[in-house]
């Protein structure tokens, strides 16, 4: 049982749409991080949340934490290509706050 | 600065075989973990410090052993390598904990026969 739930685990769209790519827990969290993994690469942290609510934009990407730090949101506008990547979440629990916990990881492939 | 790197990049193992996975940070890092990544499963943690002479267990620390003795290096000894730990290892370190950055090593991809 996975105890950060990731969907959709694949998505392949068209270059221009908007996706979201969301992270469930029944577990609250002190922050929760999205990472982007290349092939034959470690994953590179993209953001990093820690309060209730909390909305970050980075260009086209925006990265929500739900009120209740159980859940998070991943929303790409007009997606592009370079977007292609495996996304992953990635949560500290309140409790045993030394340890990251991750989703399984969205595949995402923008087709050009 | 290097960041965080590991050695060897690829390894295959005979059942039974052991071997260590080198993993070091130039980065005064005090936070150094042990990932394995396996397909739909994302990346469980296997071991972790929080600096040197500190360890602790993950979520799948069975078949794995580690020790801390400088800051820099943080090696993942397999004792006797099984089937079931074919997987790609990435080694991680931080400045402090999880609410910092993760930088991540380009991984050690291992295949046990």
Redesign the interface.
């Known amino acids: 049982t ?1 105890l ?1 739930e ?1 969907s959709p ?1 694949f998505l392949s769209i068209q270059e221009g749409e908007n996706l979201t790519v969301y992270c469930n827990s029944s577990s609250v969290f ?2 929760l ?1 999205w ?1 982007r993994q290349e092939p ?6 993209l953001v ?1 949340v ?1 309060t209730g609510g909390e909305v970050k934009k980075l260009k086209r990407l925006t990265f929500q934490f739900g009120d209740a730090r159980k859940d998070s949101s991943l929303h790409i506008t007009a997606a592009q290509p370079g977007d292609t990547g495996l996304y ?1 979440c ?1 949560g ?1 629990l309140i409790q045993g ?9 969205t595949r995402l492939t923008i087709n050009p | 600065n290097a960041g ?1 790197t590991q050695t060897p990049k690829f390894q295959v193992l005979k059942t039974g075989q052991s071997m260590t996975l080198q993993c070091a940070q130039d980065m005064n890092h005090e ?1 150094m ?1 042990w ?1 394995r990544q396996d397909p ?6 296997i071991h ?1 410090s ?1 600096g040197a002479g500190i360890t ?1 267990q ?2 799948v620390p069975n078949g794995y052993n580690v020790s801390r003795s400088t800051t820099e290096d943080f090696p993942l000894r397999l004792l006797s390598a099984a089937p079931s730990q074919t997987s790609v290892y ?1 080694c ?1 370190s931080s400045k402090g ?3 910092e ?2 930088y ?4 050690t991809r291992l295949l046990v026969l």
Do not use: I
Not at chain 1, 97 to 105: E, S, T, Y
Not at chain 2, 104 to 107: A, D, E, I
């Open positions: 996975q950060l990731q685990q002190s922050s991080q990472y034959g690469e470690g994953p590179v942290l990093t820690v992953l990635a500290a706050a030394q340890k990251l916990v991750f989703g399984q990881g | 965080v936070y973990s990932y739909g499963m994302g990346l469980r943690l972790y929080v602790d993950g979520e990435f991680a904990l999880v609410f950055t993760q991540f090593g380009p991984g």
